[in-house]
């Protein structure tokens, strides 16, 4: 599903990814781990395609299609979601406005009619239950006022909206305790199919508790040097990096 | 005195014409105007008060104008056919400057109330008329209301008398309307009686494709315990500059909302001055102002608190794309003893281009010692954080700038005391920001 070959990216003319290789099959959960500043969050940003940052080198492919020429919209249409470490606050805008447009956006790519109103409302409902997203916190505007838990349910109940190929969580379980984070890991299971992967960015092992991994990739200074089953995320929680940093000769 | 000459002989060779097709009251301040006139000449940009607009260019152009009243071969209510979604207004024309009194709405009025031209009113009731007429907006100091007042020869009243409420919201539709460049004044008295009530919607239109010029000057008696809301939604096209002069003053208890909204224009100056001289007056002053193109829009502010206990909350956003350059000067005064005041002024302005210019100048003058004033004003871009998480999320980035910037004004609309003008005005601006409201297509309210 997702090819990603050599690729270099660089922010302000500081190059963080230095050739990064990373295959992730239709149905597989990847978690990618790794120390502070390894490039964890520069990596999920340069896929969903944030204009601050440049690729200078590489491909990647999703789904077949040549993923870097495609507008940030165009690689959400296509089946790219990316849960935000940071979810932002937009006043004004409503919930219910937000969705409905990013819907309609999404099935008019694929050639589909827009939803009625009642058929979007109802839809809205029953994706709110995945994540027990309160009705009140949906007729609000995006994100405002939401604390950090609801804001990483709401990313959730987005995902369940838009049924992506492939979703990045990006650091989903910082700031969450222990129920908002099992809700929140449920709702990813739940939503788990055969035909969907997911991408884990976390500092941490345990929601990989929660969400059970294929496949274990650490990530340090840009580069993926090591990758295992999910035995890997235990005994980086028992052991920390510094033992990979010194199988590294640091 | 070049821009002003051409006024000044005008005045000179048809003073007889003006009085004779006007009433005796208005007549009666048209001398005192003209000389102020004379004195005061167009403002410059280095008067504070017109710093962010050049009057006498504006005023320069020769413009025609109808000082012998001929009739204008149109009917606004076949012209335009209202049907706001479940609003049911009182639907009246002026059309250029002249009250359109041929076929006026069947719906009766309140006892009491009179509602009507000007000019005529003040002809049948000229003690009623003379007691407010002029008074506010005093011609001494400002150019353009002497000018309006030395020319202007009708327009609207609209009396209500003690403990009247008028359920039914009333909508003024002003129409421009001429084969040649065209230059109207206008008048509008309001006087609201102690405990009176009343909506008043004001739709500002051109007709043709020529260059306009109008002059308006309002004048609101807000008495004590009256409730009234002023709207006011220009919808003119580019080549239209209107220079409004809106004076209010309120006694005790009474609760005033002014909402002037700038959909589309071409030139625009704004000025509103608000009295507050009794205790427990509230004052509500919004506007906003989508601009785009070479389109200007000035807004001049001031707010009096004269005595203790009064309110006043301003707020004004701008959105400005292309070349268009924004104005906001407002300023509050908390005069001495007036203590306990509550006074709060925002302006906040999105520039979307590099090209596009705001200036604003919030003013505070308080001589009282125990009160609450605040104001702030900031200009921004579009938040680049929220564009880019809308357009993760699928929204194509044209309809995430419209998204936001609909958001941005929509804090004005939202203080709308009339819930079918506030979801007309969401349809409304939704078109202007998409770029389907880019000339007068008539009444864009009735549409």
Sequence with gaps: ?250 | MKAEQQYIDLFTQYEGMINQHSAEVMNHFRRQAFEDFCRLGFPTRKQERYKYTDMAKLFLPDYGLNLNRLDIPVNPYEVFKCDVPNMSTALYFVVNDAFYSKALPTGHLPEGVLLGSLREMAEQRPELVARYYGKLAGTSKDAIVALNTMLAQDGLLLYVPKGVVLEKPIQLVNILRADVDFMANRRVLIVLEEKAQAKLLVCDHAMDRVNFLTTQVVEVFAGAGSTFDWYELEETHNATVRCSNLFVRQESDSNVLLNGMTLHNGITRNTTEVILTGRGAEVNLLGMAIEDKQQRVDNHTFIDHAVPDCTSNELFKYVLDDSAVGAFAGKVLVREGAQHTSSRQTNRNLCATREARMYTQPQLEIYADDVKCSHGATVGQLNEDALFYMRQRGIPQKEARLLLMFAFVNEVIDEIRLEALKNRLHHLVEKRFRGELNKCQGCAMCK
């Design chain 1, 1 to 250: 599903m997702l090819e990603i070959k050599d690729l270099h990216a660089s922010i302000n003319g500081k190059e963080i990814l230095k050739g990064i290789n990373l295959s992730v099959k239709t149905g597989e959960v990847h978690a990618i781990m790794g120390p502070n500043g390894s490039g964890k969050s520069t990596l999920s940003n340069v896929l969903v395609g944030h204009p601050a940052y440049e690729v200078t080198k590489g491909t990647v492919t999703f789904d077949g299609k040549d993923l870097l020429t495609l507008s940030p919209e165009d690689r959400s249409h296509e089946g790219l979601f990316l849960s935000f470490q940071y979810p932002v606050e937009i006043p004004g805008v409503s919930m219910v406005n937000f969705m409905r447009t990013a819907v309609n956006e999404q099935r008019k790519y694929k050639g589909l009619p827009a939803l009625s109103a009642s058929e979007f409302l109802k839809l809205m409902r029953e994706k709110r239950a995945v994540v027990e997203l309160d009705n009140k916190l949906a007729n609000r505007s995006v994100n405002e006022g939401f604390s950090g838990g609801e804001k990483k349910r709401n990313e959730i109940f987005q995902m369940a909206m838009l049924e992506p190929k492939l979703s990045i969580l990006d650091e989903t379980d910082s700031g969450l305790d222990i129920d908002a984070l099992r809700i929140v890991a449920e709702g990813v299971n739940r939503l788990k199919t055969p035909e969907t992967s997911v991408l884990v960015i976390t500092h941490y092992q345990r929601l990989l508790d929660y969400i059970k991994p294929d496949v274990v990739h650490v990530l340090y200074k840009g580069r993926i040097v090591k990758t295992a089953g999910p035995e890997l995320a235990l005994e980086l929680e028992e052991k920390g990096y510094d033992w990979i940093k010194k199988e590294l000769g640091e």
